[in-house]
């Protein structure tokens, strides 16, 4: 009985799944017919000259979760060894619930504590590179790389703490000091679970709306030519998820191509998420093994 | 495609099976004061409203047109081109409020002198053709950071249709935009060089500075009440409640509590000129 009922759950999750990219792929046809692969690879977004190409806001969407990737890695890393190899076990769980709430907080309060603070911190710290205002791409990824945090630090120290103490016994045993033990058993030990906790990162910084929304600047159409260049950093842009949290997605609604073309944003931003989602999940499933 | 409309069809279809309930469509300019209004009726009157912004001013014209709802919201007046399409329905334009553009830019540019703009030049920094202030007047160069209003919004709109005519003819252009008064307040009063179009209300003089627009023979007319008023002040819409015919019934009690000062308090509140600030 249990397990005909967890097939049968396990069934509706998955055809819940199928059903969704299934409603994302038929609503989105209309733009793939009228652009084809243009739709992925075009530079310019014109919706009244019906001209859909997502490059930039797919370059936008990648660049802010890098940008947040980069700077949040090594100080998660950091502090989750805090947490799991130095903190006693008592001070430890006090930390690390603090720091999943840190997790749960709305993301509009970030976006609202990226503009109180961020915007004008960035526009002034940058001042000589010239930024036109402080909704920058920079901004986005630095308000993110605080969003995924938690996400980072908590999963890393799970990773930690997975790894078996008569490990570290054996380490300190062989005359080891803490340090090296740290660095040479429990990291090595929990290369895979930390490769994990990046990646859900990297799908929580991927698929952030209303945040990045607020301090991005949504600007279209802009993709530099050197795509790692910094200044291009300190520009607005747009990311796919800033475009379908705008007005645009109303415009939209009864024109069947534009819809396509929103429908289609939302297939992109699924696609790389669910990726990334899976190889997270696939990677530290494997470190059990 | 399909499933969504009939979706939504369905949606209205289903109330019209209990009675009396008042349903109304339109702009979203209008839809902000009108929602609060329809929440307190629902709570003090125990009025059953549906209030919903399907297409804008043009979804209110053609549901009120095709008699699917007994109130429609429109911030533009019914066109003689909508009267024809529905030559059984008699449009009664009910005039609740006036929303006024001001063009607004930051303090050190309204230091450096630019109080006012033409149309002319308007165009020309919205098309890019102009990107610092010193070529509009100011005493020295600092580059312009144009914050658009995002399109569809009604802002937006009038701004469009002010300086080119007809919204649609607007050319597309890649500008960082902004939603929300308050976005577009906080973000131009925090950046240099900044310019936005803000509902005038919101334009407070300390923060954010309303430009007067210049005509051509030289006359600054800035958005102050009277000018709005007097509409010497070119980017101003009024914001219509629209029924067929008189309203009777809950239409009647909606309408009267939007021209009730209480309901005049709510157009103010979302950032619209009262009657009383029209001289009516």
Do not use: C
């Amino acid at each position: 009985m249990t397990r005909a009922l967890s097939w049968f759950f396990s069934f509706v999750a998955l055809g819940a799944v199928t059903l969704l990219v299934g409603v994302f792929v038929w609503q989105s046809l209309p733009v793939w017919h009228h652009e084809g692969w243009h739709y992925i690879t075009g530079t310019k977004w014109f919706f009244r000259q019906k001209e859909f190409g997502t490059l930039p806001m797919i370059y936008g969407t990648v660049i802010v979760a890098l940008i947040a990737l980069v700077l949040a890695a090594p100080l998660g890393f950091g502090a989750a060894i805090f947490t799991a190899e130095y903190l006693p076990r008592r001070v430890r769980l006090a930390v690390k619930v603090l720091i999943e709430l840190l997790a749960g907080v709305p993301s509009v309060v970030y976006g609202l504590l990226g503009i109180l603070l961020l915007r004008d911190w960035i526009y002034n710290l940058f001042e000589k590179f010239e930024p036109l205002s402080g909704d920058t791409l920079l901004t986005a990824g630095v308000l993110l790389a605080v969003m995924i945090l938690p996400t980072i630090v908590t999963l890393s120290d799970d990773a930690l703490r997975g790894v078996s103490s008569a490990q570290r016994r054996a380490a300190r045993g062989l005359g080891l000091t803490h340090a090296e033990t740290v660095l040479s058993i429990a990291l090595p030990q929990a290369k895979r679970g930390l490769g994990a906790a990046l990646l859900l990162a990297l799908g929580r910084a991927l698929g952030e709306t209303i945040a990045v929304f607020l301090v991005v600047g949504r600007q279209d159409n802009n993709l530099p030519e050197h795509v790692f260049s910094l200044r291009a950093w300190l520009d607005a842009g747009q990311t796919i998820t800033s475009k379908l949290g705008g007005s645009e997605t109303n415009i939209a609604y009864g024109d069947h191509v534009h819809w396509g073309a929103m429908v289609g944003l939302a297939l992109l931003l699924l696609i790389m998420t669910g990726t990334v989602t899976l190889l997270g999940t696939g990677f530290g499933k494997r470190s059990d093994a | 495609m399909k499933i969504l409309p009939s979706l939504l069809a369905l949606l209205v279809v289903t109330p019209t099976l209990f009675a009396e309930t008042l349903k109304i469509n339109g702009s979203t300019t209008v839809n902000l004061p009108a929602a609060e209004a329809a929440e307190i009726l629902r709570v003090e009157q125990k009025m059953d409203i549906q209030i919903d912004t399907q297409g804008g001013s043009s979804g209110g014209i053609s549901m009120l047109g095709d008699g699917l709802i007994q109130i429609g919201m429109a911030s533009k007046p019914v066109s003689d081109d909508d009267r024809a399409k529905f030559p059984k329905v008699k449009f009664d334009e009910i005039h609740v409020g006036q929303d006024a553009v001001a063009i607004i830019v930051s303090k050190d540019v309204w230091d450096s002198g630019v109080h006012a703009l033409t149309k002319q030049q308007i165009q020309e920094i919205y098309e890019s053709k102009i990107t610092n202030w010193k070529d509009v007047g100011a005493k020295k160069s600092i580059r312009i950071a144009f914050f658009n209003k995002e399109p569809g919004r009604g802002t937006w709109e009038v701004f469009a249709h002010w300086v080119y005519g007809d919204p649609k003819k607007a050319p597309q252009v890649s500008f960082p935009e902004v939603g929300g008064n308050e976005e577009t307040r906080n973000k131009v009063s925090s950046t240099r060089g900044a310019l936005s179009q803000l509902s005038s209300s919101w334009a407070d003089g300390k923060k954010v500075f309303a430009l007067g627009i210049k005509g051509d023979d030289g006359k600054v007319v800035d958005p102050t009440n009277e000018n709005i008023a007097n509409k010497s002040y070119p980017l101003s819409r009024p914001l219509f409640l629209l029924t067929n015919g008189e309203p009777t019934g809950a239409a009647r009690t909606f309408v009267d509590f939007m021209l009730s000062d209480r309901g005049q308090e709510l157009v103010k509140k979302h950032g619209y000129m009262r009657l009383k600030d029209l001289g009516k």
